[in-house]
């Protein structure tokens, strides 16, 4: 496959390229495949659908093509998930889509272990490790770090703010050895990146060591995040004769988005052939793209905290690739927008528990009340002209898409995706609904693992000494 860039058509790479780079230093852009194929029918219409790892393997193969040979694919893919995307129906329209199976109980193990063990491979026969440097504010670094321990021929060094994560975050960062080591440094999350940006434009520094980073807007963390959508519409398809016997029903898809990269790979999954017929983009108050669909104005603006903080981004990044690939008016066919605020947020957690007996975190809660505005009777108000659209508060955005009378005339199903375990905000859901939901054995056992942190300034130099003497 041919990857090429948002800012630059001109740009062709290969894959390793794309993957090794992360993104195209010299314009800036963001490297995406040059056609994204289709799969063929026999695939995708079988009954009963083909497994998880067989649907990830076909996907992936065309990205791959030429540059790594089935027989090692397969073995990255059985490497990367030895779990599953689980599908839990809830009521008889509704679907979760569980991804937090993995071993950090959120969905971004699906990108990350799957761009570990790609790197990897890009590496063989190299003599010198790859140093990875990833500054986080949470999640991403436990997924990375989770992602690449054990790695052959990789280590990585993972900064986070001192004090300004949760407990269970720290301690999802911090007890790694071996390859994987965490620095708390005494400052912001935009000390520890700017100390990862110095690091990558230090000449001397990148003549001592072989220095990469696993971003969240590399290529092949995206690719893998469709292999989960494909199978979970397949397995719905399949479901609805059964569950809740509508003809004809189509597939809706809500995804909770903050830098919107798990929407982007919706979107090339819907471009394989996944039978899915249009997505809800749901947001918390960081509304930014919501905005660009209901006004056609893109404007970026500084992020806000929320409860549901892994997606608190002002300025998402995968707005430049959907951009690249869609044209607004496409958009506004496919997608239908949603936001909410934290009491709105809270309320969803309530309402889900309540009508269903799911409990569910504050990331898919802001898919749960989107999908239930819509198919309540949110969708039916904006089609009369009933609805309120001032897109400053919350609720569904002035936009209806091309699915809409298929809401309206109950021939829709929808499918929610809950991107984490609710074990890890259990006081959010204690506010929402006055208990805990049970914790994973992983997360319990993580708490009680010794903490390795190294204590880290955060002046450049403190910090590059450190890794002169230690990497
Ligand atoms: C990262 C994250 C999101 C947002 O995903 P994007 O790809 O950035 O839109 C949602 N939920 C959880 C739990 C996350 O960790």
Redesign the pocket.
């Given at each position: 496959m041919i990857y090429t860039d948002t800012r630059d058509k001109n740009v062709a790479v290969d894959f390793k390229t794309a993957v090794v780079n992360g993104m195209n230093a010299a314009t800036g852009g963001l490297y995406v495949p040059v056609s994204i194929p289709k799969l063929d029918s026999t695939f995708l219409n079988r009954v009963p659908e083909h497994s998880f790892r067989e649907t990830a393997f076909e996907m992936a193969k065309p990205f791959v093509e030429g540059e790594i040979p089935e027989n090692d694919l397969e073995f990255i893919i059985q490497d990367a998930y030895p779990f599953n995307a689980q599908i839990v129906p809830i009521d008889p329209i509704t679907y979760v889509l569980e991804l937090?199976h993995g071993p950090t109980c959120?969905?971004?193990d699906f990108g990350a272990r799957f761009m570990a063990r790609v790197m990897s491979y890009f590496n063989r026969g190299e003599n010198d490790n790859l140093h990875i440097l990833v500054a986080t504010s949470?999640?991403?670094g436990s997924?990375v770090g989770s992602a690449f321990h054990n790695v052959p021929g990789i280590d990585v060094t993972i900064l986070y703010p001192d004090g300004k994560i949760s407990p269970l975050q720290e301690k999802q960062l911090s007890t790694f050895t071996g390859n994987v080591r965490a620095l708390k440094v005494k400052g912001t999350f935009d000390d520890c990146q700017k100390l990862v940006k110095t690091a990558f434009t230090d000449a001397d520094l990148r003549n001592k060591f072989r220095l990469s980073s696993a971003n969240?807007i590399n290529i092949s963390r995206l690719l893998p995040?469709s292999f989960y959508y494909m199978y979970a519409a397949n397995v719905v398809r399949n479901r609805i004769p059964h569950d809740s016997k509508i003809e004809d029903a189509s597939i809706i898809v809500t995804?909770?988005?903050?830098?919107?990269?798990?929407?982007?790979?919706g979107l090339i999954a819907h471009q394989m052939g996944a039978p899915i017929a249009g997505f809800v983009a749901a947001t918390n108050a960081n509304h930014t793209i919501p905005d660009w669909i209901a006004n056609g104005k893109y404007k970026s603006r500084a992020s806000v905290a929320t409860l549901?903080n892994?997606?608190d981004?002002g300025a998402?990044s995968?707005y430049e690739r959907i951009a690249f690939m869609y044209t607004l008016d496409q958009v506004r066919t496919l997608f239908a927008s949603y936001w909410t605020d934290d009491a709105g947020t809270l309320e969803g957690i309530k309402s889900c528990h309540e009508k269903t007996g799911y409990i569910i975190?504050p990331?898919?809660a802001v898919a749960w009340s989107a999908w239930n505005d819509i198919r309540s009777s949110g969708m039916e108000k904006l089609m009369n002209g009933e609805a309120d659209t001032d897109s400053n508060k919350p609720g569904l955005t002035a936009n209806i898409p091309s699915w809409a009378e298929k809401i309206t005339g109950k021939k829709a199903v929808g499918i929610i995706?809950e991107?984490?375990h609710p074990a890890?905000f259990g006081q959010t859901v204690v506010n929402a609904i006055g208990r805990e939901p049970t914790m994973p054995d992983r997360l319990e056992k993580v708490l009680a693992l010794p903490d390795y942190a190294i204590p880290m300034e955060k002046d450049y130099e403190s910090f590059k000494d450190w890794l002169v003497s230690n990497l």
């Open positions: 937090f959120a969905f971004k949470g999640d991403t997924a969240s995040q995804v909770p988005s903050g830098n919107f990269g798990n929407l982007t790979s549901s892994a997606m981004v998402p995968n975190d990331h898919g995706l991107t984490a890890k």
